[in-house]
């Protein structure tokens, strides 16, 4: 079985990264999609489309732009790994578990205990809590066993 999972969230670590080695080195069948991840990039999505006349417009036009990669994506995936820093507050990671609960789009979440509280309603819904890469990768081994 193939799978394509979508890794939202997070930019500042290499949680991407340890989830993709890991999946490959388990020889799992597996895409993975992601959203841009570089920050000056993402904020910049919607600038060719002209200067708007504050920065409440232009995060508008950039977030909108961005949600054309973003919602095709978790569209066409089979999963989506949700991963909540404890650096800064992730809001598009909140919108898109959100998103995904309203799709019925299996996701997991992937952070620390010590935020369980704030992200109750998240979690939830999600499919499955990890606190490690690790355990995501064990998740994705079960789920494509033959």
């Known amino acids: 079985?193939?799978?394509?999972?979508?890794?939202s969230g997070e930019i500042h670590t290499d949680?991407?990264?340890?989830i993709k080695l890991g999946a490959q080195e388990a020889g799992l069948d597996v895409v993975f999609t992601q959203p841009v991840t570089d920050h000056d990039a993402s904020d910049a999505a919607g600038d060719m489309l002209g200067v708007p006349g504050n920065g409440f417009w232009r995060d508008h036009q950039s977030s909108r732009v961005n949600a054309i990669r973003t919602?095709?994506?978790?569209g066409e995936s089979d999963l989506v790994i949700v991963r909540f820093g404890d650096k800064y507050k992730q809001w598009n990671a909140a919108f898109d578990a959100g998103?995904?609960?309203?799709?019925?789009k299996?996701?997991?979440?992937?952070?620390?205990e010590e935020i369980?509280?704030?992200l109750k309603e998240v979690d939830a819904d999600a499919q499955a809590w990890a606190t490690t890469?690790?355990?995501v990768v064990e998740i994705l081994r079960y789920v494509l066993r033959k």
């Open 106 to 112: 299996p996701y997991v979440t992937l952070h620390a």
């Open 15 to 18: 949680w991407r990264e340890e």
């Open 71 to 74: 919602r095709t994506l978790i």
């Open 1 to 7: 079985m193939s799978f394509t999972v979508y890794l």
């Open 133 to 135: 890469t690790g355990q």
């Open 99 to 104: 998103y995904c609960a309203a799709l019925g």
């Open 116 to 118: 369980v509280h704030p």
